[in-house]
């Protein structure tokens, strides 16, 4: 099994930046897809940002592109999610996927039905 643990969120002012960190244990899964999502309260839980095999093919919601950038370091196991000029709309939980086995759509890294392990969410606010 794969446990993932979130770190990285916290509070900051609007036009600023975090970088979230994933720690992922108990299996190897580098050549296979990572994402992040997120859930403010009253939402349902949505899709921010993957990474496909190897890294090489990203995917972003609109909501944040050109903003925030995935990357993952496959020697620690470990995928980052670094957000810029963040908005107070950004605000929300964010989570870590791992999806163990290989994609074969775009659906496969960007709905969240189709992750196996979740992380137990880091907090990120955006004050105004």
């Known amino acids: 099994q794969v446990q993932l643990v979130e770190s990285g969120g916290g509070l900051v002012q609007a036009g600023g930046s975090l970088r979230l960190s994933c720690a992922a244990s108990g299996r190897t899964f580098s050549s296979y897809p990572m994402g992040w999502f997120r859930q403010a309260p009253g939402k349902e839980r949505e899709f921010v940002a993957a990474m496909r095999y190897g890294g090489g093919t990203t995917y972003y919601a609109d909501s944040v592109k050109g903003r925030f950038t995935i990357s993952r370091d496959n020697a620690k196991n470990t995928v980052y999610l670094q957000m810029n000029s963040l908005k107070p709309e950004d605000t929300a939980v964010y989570y870590c996927?791992?999806?163990?086995?290989?994609?074969?759509?775009?659906?496969?890294?960007?709905?969240?039905?189709?992750?196996?392990?979740w992380g137990a969410g880091t907090q990120v606010t955006v004050s105004s």
């Open positions: 996927a791992a999806r163990p086995r290989p994609a074969y759509s775009d659906a496969d890294v960007t709905s969240r039905s189709r992750y196996d392990y």
